[in-house]
C-alpha cells in the first residue's frame, strides 16, 4: 500500500456485459453519478481504483478486526498472549495486517505460510477428528424474533395484532442457543416452525437475534439485537401456506442458521460471527 500507482481489479466479462444489456449505458456512466466520480475509472474489464479508495473500502472491515482483537486483549485469560497468528484469505491484506501491526505494536504478528487455506485446512483437520465431542459453553443466547398466539395473561397489550381473525403476540424471543448451557460444535438445536399465510409472499426475510439478558421475553428488550438475517425463497404452493423449519448450531467462532422450506424441503444456511462481549 506504499506505492504511487492506483489499483487494478478485474472484471468478469459476463458482468460487464449483463450490467450494459441490462441498464444500457456504460459502468463509467453509473460511476459519474455516485460519490466515486474522479476515484475510479472503469475500462473494458477492469476497474482502476485510487489508491487511497481502497484502504475506505477496508475500512469498516478493518475497524471491527482491530476492535474484535482489542476486546480479546482485555480478556483476563489472554493478557498474557505476546503473538498473534493470521489466518484466511484477508489477512494477506497489506491493508489488513498493516493496521494490526500498528495496533499491536509491542506483539508479535505473523501472517502464516498460505493463510488462504489455512481455514480450510483446519476445517479438514476437524473433519476427521476422532477425538471426544467439542463442547462449548455460550455466554449469550441467540434466536428468533416469533409471533405466538396472544396469551393476555403473560403478553402485553402493545404486542397484540389480529391476523386471519387469530390474536397473536409478536416480536416474541424464541431462543435456540442458551447462555450458559454447554453445546457440541456442530450439532443441532431443536427446530422452530414458522408458519407463512400470505399466498404471494415469495420471499421471508427470517432475522437472527442475540441477547445479553438472560430472562429476554421479547426482541425489543433492552440488549437484544440483530446479528444478521437470513433469506429464504418460498415456493408455490397450491393451499397459500408454508412452514419453514429453523434450527442453529455452533461452530466454534460463529453460528450456523438452518431453514428448510417444507414444501419443495430445499435448506438454505447461513452462518453469522458470536457475540463474545
Given at each position: 500500500?506504499?506505492?504511487?500507482?492506483?489499483?487494478?481489479?478485474?472484471?468478469?466479462?459476463?458482468?460487464?456485459?449483463?450490467?450494459?444489456?441490462?441498464?444500457?449505458?456504460?459502468?463509467?456512466?453509473?460511476?459519474?453519478?455516485?460519490?466515486?466520480?474522479?476515484?475510479?475509472?472503469?475500462?473494458?474489464?477492469?476497474?482502476?481504483l485510487d489508491k487511497t479508495l481502497m484502504k475506505d473500502i477496508?475500512?469498516?472491515a478493518v475497524k471491527s478486526i482491530i476492535g474484535y482483537l482489542?476486546?480479546?486483549?482485555?480478556?483476563?485469560?489472554?493478557?498474557?498472549?505476546?503473538?498473534?497468528?493470521?489466518?484466511?484469505?484477508?489477512?494477506?491484506?497489506?491493508?489488513?495486517?498493516?493496521?494490526?501491526?500498528?495496533?499491536?505494536?509491542?506483539?508479535?504478528?505473523?501472517?502464516?505460510?498460505?493463510?488462504?487455506?489455512?481455514?480450510?485446512?483446519?476445517?479438514?483437520?476437524?473433519?476427521?477428528?476422532?477425538?471426544?465431542?467439542?463442547?462449548?459453553?455460550?455466554?449469550?443466547?441467540?434466536?428468533?424474533?416469533?409471533?405466538?398466539?396472544?396469551?393476555?395473561?403473560?403478553?402485553?397489550?402493545?404486542?397484540?395484532?389480529?391476523?386471519?381473525?387469530?390474536?397473536?403476540?409478536?416480536?416474541?424471543?424464541?431462543?435456540?442457543?442458551?447462555?450458559?448451557?454447554?453445546?457440541?460444535?456442530?450439532?443441532?438445536?431443536?427446530?422452530?416452525?414458522?408458519k407463512l399465510n400470505r399466498p404471494t409472499q415469495k420471499r421471508?426475510?427470517?432475522?437472527?437475534?442475540?441477547?445479553?439478558?438472560?430472562?429476554?421475553?421479547?426482541?425489543?428488550?433492552?440488549?437484544?439485537?440483530?446479528?444478521?438475517?437470513?433469506?429464504?425463497?418460498?415456493?408455490?404452493?397450491?393451499?397459500?401456506?408454508?412452514?419453514?423449519?429453523?434450527?442453529?448450531?455452533?461452530?466454534?467462532?460463529?453460528?450456523?442458521?438452518?431453514?428448510?422450506?417444507?414444501?419443495?424441503?430445499?435448506?438454505?444456511?447461513?452462518?453469522?460471527?458470536?457475540?463474545?462481549?
Amino acid at each position: 500500500m506504499d506505492t504511487d500507482e492506483n489499483i487494478t481489479l478485474d472484471l468478469p466479462s459476463s458482468l460487464v456485459k449483463m450490467y450494459t444489456t441490462r441498464y444500457k449505458q456504460s459502468i463509467q456512466f453509473r460511476i459519474d453519478d455516485t460519490e466515486y466520480v474522479g476515484r475510479i475509472l472503469a475500462q473494458e474489464e477492469s476497474l482502476v481504483l485510487d489508491k487511497t479508495l481502497m484502504k475506505d473500502i477496508f475500512g469498516p472491515a478493518v475497524k471491527s478486526i482491530i476492535g474484535y482483537l482489542t476486546n480479546l486483549s482485555r480478556d483476563p485469560e489472554l493478557k498474557q498472549c505476546d503473538a498473534i497468528l493470521l489466518v484466511g484469505g484477508f489477512a494477506e491484506s497489506p491493508v489488513v495486517s498493516g493496521a494490526i501491526k500498528h495496533v499491536f505494536a509491542n506483539t508479535n504478528m505473523t501472517v502464516v505460510d498460505k493463510a488462504e487455506l489455512a481455514v480450510l485446512k483446519g476445517g479438514v483437520l476437524l473433519g476427521h477428528y476422532s477425538g471426544p465431542d467439542i463442547a462449548i459453553k455460550m455466554p449469550f443466547s441467540y434466536g428468533l424474533g416469533m409471533a405466538v398466539p396472544y396469551n393476555e395473561s403473560i403478553h402485553p397489550k402493545k404486542k397484540l395484532f389480529v391476523a386471519k381473525n387469530i390474536q397473536y403476540c409478536t416480536d416474541v424471543f424464541q431462543a435456540h442457543i442458551f447462555d450458559g448451557r454447554q453445546y457440541l460444535i456442530g450439532e443441532f438445536s431443536a427446530a422452530s416452525k414458522l408458519k407463512l399465510n400470505r399466498p404471494t409472499q415469495k420471499r421471508v426475510a427470517i432475522p437472527v437475534y442475540v441477547t445479553r439478558h438472560r430472562h429476554a421475553k421479547f426482541t425489543t428488550d433492552e440488549k437484544c439485537s440483530v446479528v444478521g438475517k437470513l433469506y429464504v425463497n418460498v415456493p408455490d404452493r397450491k393451499d397459500g401456506t408454508a412452514t419453514v423449519k429453523i434450527q442453529m448450531a455452533l461452530l466454534g467462532d460463529s453460528i450456523i442458521v438452518s431453514a428448510t422450506d417444507e414444501v419443495s424441503s430445499r435448506t438454505i444456511e447461513e452462518d453469522f460471527p458470536l457475540i463474545w462481549h
